[in-house]
């Protein structure tokens, strides 16, 4: 058994008794972990019920080699991002981070991956401290920045059929092929106009949109490439949600 102390990002929680729950985090230095919090739903919890989703802190836990549970010591909050939960689009769009990492995060350190998911939440934070303003609206980058992350970024600058370079005629977005098909190319996928090829390829290099506005179908298709490339058949629980954001 080893003591570890790591940087770390609750993803999900799960109740494991009256008292304690079972945190899935995204650690620094071992990637995806899994770890008990004894005795965290206690009133007077050391815990102080902060091992809530989207947090990050210090995280200290007994590591036995061989098991998928460790135990978990000390967690140190460094960014508290709770607030997610004001806003139903901007906890919709940090859940599908989070789920993302959970399931398709390699077993293993990955600091690009980890810096993306941190980045993502930070950037959906500062959006949702605007919420006094009027409604927020924005964050699909993110999502898009993990699918990068993970190696899925579709292809928007040439047909996925031909290879021709794609402008901005009407297209199609393609999402078994991974891409946009070009109007010689058949069909294949919901069609976008010229403006919709523009919003789609800002928001897969990590451009916010310029305006708050609504999502159009930015969501769906997001949700859609997800289906196809990223869950492998796997169902992910916050993918329905993201398909409804307008």
């Not at 102390?5 to 995806?32: D, N």
Request: net charge positive; charged share 25%; proline share 5%.
């Amino acid at each position: 058994m080893s003591l570890v102390t790591t940087r770390a990002v609750v993803l999900q929680t799960y109740r494991y008794s009256e008292t304690s729950k079972i945190l899935r985090l995204m650690t620094w230095e071992l990637g995806p972990c899994s770890t008990l919090a004894r005795g965290a739903l206690r009133p007077r919890s050391r815990f102080g019920g902060l091992l809530e989703p989207f947090v990050e802190g210090e995280a200290t836990f007994y590591m036995k080699e061989g098991r998928d549970l460790h135990t978990l010591s000390n967690f140190e909050l460094v960014r508290d991002r709770r607030g997610l939960d004001q806003s139903l689009e901007l906890f919709t769009i940090a859940s599908v981070l989070c789920e993302l990492v959970m399931r398709l995060a390699p077993e293993h350190r990955d600091a690009t991956l980890y810096q993306t998911l941190t980045r993502g939440l930070d950037g959906l934070h500062g959006l949702g401290g605007r919420a006094a303003e009027g409604p927020v609206r924005g964050g699909l980058e993110y999502v898009w920045g993990v699918v990068d992350a993970l190696g899925f970024r579709p292809e928007l600058e040439r047909c996925v059929a031909c290879r021709r370079r794609v402008g901005k005629e009407r297209v199609r977005f393609d999402f078994p092929a991974g891409g946009l098909r070009c109007g010689s190319c058949g069909a294949g996928g919901p069609r976008l106009d010229a403006a919709e090829i523009d919003a789609l390829r800002a928001l897969v290099s990590g451009v916010p949109a310029a305006a708050p506005g609504p999502y159009g179908n930015q969501g769906r298709w997001l949700a859609e490439f997800i289906r196809y490339h990223l869950a492998e058949g796997a169902k992910l629980n916050s993918l329905p949600f993201l398909s409804r954001l307008t």
